[in-house]
């Protein structure tokens, strides 16, 4: 099973921008579709960006679209995702996930369908 350990979370302004890492271990990254997601206190975690095993496959949630980038790394075996324009709303602890056999091209926008989760980072926003 691979191992997920998130980094850069932190306090922001609001309109500023973070750059979370995920660094994996333990089995080979390339086999893994890749995810992000986010739970704020009192609300259920929801999905914010999904990357395939090869990058070249992306998908956002409606509320980051445009705002949020995700991208990986197959030879470092990192994950990450870059968040512009950040609001209030987007305070939240981020998660990286993984998911395993998946096709190279398929994207997991549901918490349901991935494998191994990390201990995640927290991100506030100011307003």
């Known amino acids: 099973q691979v191992q997920l350990v998130e980094s850069g979370g932190g306090l922001v302004q609001a309109g500023g921008s973070l750059r979370l890492s995920c660094a994996a271990s333990?089995?080979?990254?390339?086999?893994?579709?890749m995810g992000w997601f986010r739970q704020a206190p009192g609300k259920e975690r929801e999905f914010v960006a999904a990357i395939s095993r090869s990058g070249g496959s992306t998908s956002y949630a409606d509320s980051v679209k445009g705002r949020f980038a995700i991208s990986r790394d197959n030879a470092k075996n990192t994950l990450w995702l870059q968040m512009n324009s950040l609001k209030p709303d987007d305070t939240a602890v981020y998660y990286c996930?993984?998911?395993?056999?998946?096709?190279?091209?398929?994207?997991?926008?549901?918490?349901?369908?991935?494998?191994?989760w990390g201990q995640g980072t927290q991100v506030t926003v100011s307003s």
């Open positions: 996930a993984a998911a395993s056999n998946v096709w190279r091209t398929v994207v997991r926008t549901t918490p349901t369908g991935y494998d191994a």
């Open positions: 333990g089995r080979a990254f390339s086999n893994y579709a």
